[in-house]
């Protein structure tokens, strides 16, 4: 069977790959600068993967039919606040908080409600969620098992990245060195009952949110990587076998040439980290991610000037190589993003995929003067900070001294003097502004829904045997003091329906409290 040919407009064949000098490497070869698949989008194309969650399971669950509807090809799961840190909608921590910048995830019950209708051994799911990350993915393997679903096949990714909390997000829970067990306890559990599942979303999104530069989100999300595959070979598991699990998250900003050649200086640093620290299986030494347009960079005001820093921000994302991409609403900086707002966001993937030609062929940029010298400055640059923190101890003792934190700080200080004496432009902001804004249409979660919550939380804890799921708990409770792995005993926990916020505690009082 001979492959479709793919042609311009003008009827000029596209190779797979072009490759002028002799010299230059191939995609899908160590050390994958070009890519991870030999044929990338020509093969597969990327997984538009559109983030949603808000108000109650319900209301997030007709999100994702609608999303799905409309050609998404996987779900990306957003926890409000409490979920993120451990505590049930009726806590007093939690009031003013429950369903604003993300769904209330309470209990298993609220986690079938969330996936009513959707399979999941058809659709993969990502869900950012970090410090209650085994308590979530305890949750989705329990519903995975109510749905008949074959573990071996559930595919998908968990963030779990709790290091990068530390340094630029701050949503943890317990001490550092207590959050790495529970990590690896995900590593290894998954790498035996879920082996497609991705273990570990490591995560520069959000250091870059933070106010870091491109070189500083590549490093410090490397050198958390390696803090990772670190702890888990120290627990006896092979890299060749977990290492295939690990998945990155990147932002993707304005200047485009620098994001592109962020991505294949990545790409070429991972395959050396892994490389050095044992690993021998290609498919161990691939860094593959999903890339998330910069939510720091949307403007409230000429909100609609973000479909195109969007547009910019995808379309480096793809040149750059990236296996899955979320694009931003363009009011984001305003609100959670309209049902309008995220379906321009996906068909702004959709027209990139399938109008612009860029995917027609791999890596279109190499060979580029420009680009492949650029790749290299960015990979020089970053090697140096890894080389720093490497020195002070790797990563969880950088951010304990507080190094990547202030490293942070001081790049997203000098950025804001930039915009405010006008070195930096940022159009409808220091420049070209109107002095008539937008009045867009703003999404808005009502308060109320915390006492939808509540009610469920009363009418749950009524209803589920009370024995049981106290039994589970400390069974819970001693697997912790006895270093046993906590997953199966999460999982026993949450098929009992104990709450998040049950389980959490449990650990808080093992743990103590960061």
């Known amino acids: 069977m001979s492959e479709k040919k793919i042609k311009t407009s003008s009827g000029i064949e596209i190779k797979e790959v072009y490759n002028e000098l002799k010299s230059l490497e191939l995609p899908g070869e160590f050390p994958f600068t070009r890519g991870i698949q030999?044929?990338?989008?020509?093969?597969?194309?990327?997984?538009?993967?559109?983030?949603?969650?808000?108000?109650?399971?319900?209301?997030?669950?007709?999100?994702?039919?609608?999303?799905?509807?409309?050609?998404?090809?996987?779900?990306?799961?957003?926890?409000?606040?409490?979920?993120?840190?451990?505590?049930?909608?009726?806590?007093e921590m939690s009031d003013g908080e429950v369903g604003k910048v993300g769904v209330a995830i309470d209990s298993l019950r609220d986690m079938e409600v969330l996936f009513d209708?959707?399979?999941?051994?058809?659709?993969?799911?990502?869900?950012?969620?970090?410090?209650?990350?085994?308590?979530?993915?305890?949750?989705?393997?329990?519903?995975?098992?109510?749905?008949?679903?074959?573990?071996?096949?559930?595919?998908?990714?968990?963030?779990?990245?709790?290091?990068?909390?530390?340094?630029?997000?701050?949503?943890?829970?317990?001490?550092?060195?207590?959050?790495?067990?529970?990590?690896?306890?995900?590593?290894?559990?998954?790498?035996?009952?879920?082996?497609?599942?991705?273990?570990?979303?490591?995560?520069?999104?959000?250091?870059?949110?933070?106010?870091?530069?491109?070189?500083?989100?590549?490093?410090?999300?490397?050198?958390?990587?390696?803090?990772?595959?670190?702890?888990?070979?120290?627990?006896?598991?092979?890299?060749?076998?977990?290492?295939?699990?690990?998945?990155?998250?990147?932002?993707?900003?304005?200047?485009?040439?620098?994001?592109?050649?962020?991505?294949?200086?990545?790409?070429?640093?991972?395959?050396?980290?892994?490389?050095?620290?044992?690993?021998?299986?290609?498919?161990?030494?691939?860094?593959?991610?999903?890339?998330?347009?910069?939510?720091?960079?949307?403007?409230?005001?000429?909100?609609?000037?973000?479909?195109?820093?969007?547009?910019?921000?995808?379309?480096?994302?793809?040149?750059?190589?990236?296996?899955?991409?979320?694009?931003?609403?363009?009011?984001?900086?305003?609100?959670?993003?309209?049902?309008?707002?995220?379906?321009?966001?996906?068909?702004?993937?959709?027209?990139?995929?399938?109008?612009?030609?860029?995917a027609d062929t791999v890596d279109p940029l190499a060979g580029s003067y420009f680009v492949e010298s650029l790749t290299d400055e960015i990979e020089k640059a970053a090697w140096k900070y890894i080389e720093i923190i490497d020195a002070k101890g790797g990563s969880v003792a950088a951010i304990e001294e507080g190094y990547i934190q202030n490293e942070i700080a001081n790049s997203a200080y000098q950025y804001q003097k930039d915009i405010e004496s006008g070195d930096a432009v940022l159009v409808g902001v220091n420049k070209y502004v109107d002095a008539e804004g937008l009045k867009p249409e703003v999404f808005r979660v009502d308060d109320s829904i915390r006492k939808v919550q509540i009610d469920q939380i009363i009418k749950l804890k009524a209803e589920r045997n009370g024995l049981e799921v106290e039994k589970a708990l400390d069974d819970l409770k001693n697997a912790v003091k006895n270093g046993l792995n906590t997953m199966p005993f999460i999982i026993a926990a949450v098929e009992s329906y104990a709450t998040l916020g049950e389980i959490a505690d449990t650990f808080r009082k093992e743990f103590g409290e960061y």
Request: positive net charge; glycine residues 8%.
């Open 38 to 91: 030999k044929d990338m989008y020509r093969g597969k194309m990327w997984t538009m993967r559109q983030y949603a969650g808000f108000s109650t399971a319900f209301e997030s669950n007709k999100r994702y039919h609608y999303l799905l509807s409309q050609g998404t090809t996987g779900l990306s799961v957003a926890f409000d606040l409490p979920t993120q840190i451990g505590y049930d909608s009726d806590h």
């Open 117 to 358: 209708g959707i399979d999941l051994q058809k659709v993969s799911s990502s869900m950012t969620i970090n410090a209650t990350a085994p308590i979530l993915l305890a949750m989705y393997i329990c519903l995975a098992k109510k749905q008949g679903a074959d573990l071996k096949q559930i595919s998908g990714t968990i963030q779990n990245d709790i290091l990068k909390e530390y340094a630029a997000r701050g949503t943890y829970i317990y001490p550092p060195k207590a959050s790495m067990r529970l990590i690896t306890d995900v590593f290894e559990y998954c790498s035996k009952e879920l082996p497609k599942w991705n273990t570990i979303s490591i995560s520069g999104y959000h250091i870059r949110e933070a106010g870091s530069t491109a070189v500083q989100e590549l490093a410090f999300t490397l050198a958390n990587g390696k803090a990772y595959l670190e702890a888990a070979i120290q627990k006896g598991l092979d890299i060749n076998v977990f290492a295939k699990r690990l998945s990155f998250f990147f932002n993707c900003h304005n200047n485009f040439f620098e994001e592109i050649a962020k991505f294949r200086a990545a790409r070429r640093m991972w395959a050396q980290i892994t490389k050095n620290l044992g690993a021998t299986d290609l498919g161990a030494q691939k860094l593959r991610f999903h890339t998330q347009t910069g939510g720091s960079t949307l403007t409230a005001q000429q909100p609609l000037n973000n479909v195109i820093r969007v547009t910019n921000q995808a379309m480096a994302a793809v040149l750059g190589g990236t296996q899955s991409l979320h694009t931003n609403g363009f009011d984001e900086a305003l609100s959670l993003p309209t049902e309008a707002a995220a379906k321009v966001a996906l068909r702004t993937q959709q027209i990139i995929a399938f109008e612009s030609g860029v």
